[in-house]
């Protein structure tokens, strides 16, 4: 496996966001102006985890099935240049350019306001998760692991 693709999950402990970020960056008031447009009544459900990276330069928060691209303001400013202090540059969240993904993608608890950068594509994979899966191949004989029955380990 090279390095670019292991699953890279460094955490930052020194670095935490205010629990409301996503209300501060009016991520949750794009989504609700959104569902608005739709017709939809109702309101997001906020989720515990929230991803922030930078593409092109542009702003872009993830979470669920949820991407947004942000205006660029000044608490983004900020975090780029935050992550980017703390880290050194080695672990950049923001691409180059339009369409690429960047190397990292920062992870915000907003239960305990602690953040984490992975691996873009397996952070992604994390955020973008809404129903547990089973971690056995579907066609697998899970016997030996289920104390003889044939049953999921996790997962409806």
């Avoid at 629990?19 to 515990?48: T, Y």
């Avoid at 992550?83 to 992870?107: C, H, K, M, W």
Wanted: glycine share 8%.
């Amino acid at each position: 496996m090279s390095p670019m693709t292991e699953n890279t999950l460094i955490a930052l402990n020194e670095f935490k966001l205010p629990a409301d970020f996503a209300w501060r960056v009016k991520f949750m008031d794009a989504v609700a102006e959104h569902l608005r447009r739709l017709g939809v009544a109702g309101q997001m459900r906020p989720p515990r985890f929230f991803g922030y990276f930078f593409e092109g330069g542009e702003p872009v928060v993830l979470t669920g099935r949820w991407t947004v691209r942000l205006n660029t303001g000044p608490l983004f400013t900020r975090l780029e240049l935050a992550v980017d202090r703390i880290t050194a540059g080695e672990y950049p969240i923001n691409s180059q350019r339009e369409g690429d993904e960047p190397e990292f993608i920062l992870v915000h608890d907003r239960f305990d306001c602690r953040c984490w950068l992975w691996r873009f594509g397996f952070g992604r994979r994390f955020l973008e998760s809404t129903d547990p899966v089973s971690l056995v191949p579907e066609n697998s004989d899970t016997s030996e692991l289920s104390g003889g029955e044939d049953q999921k380990l996790l997962g409806p």
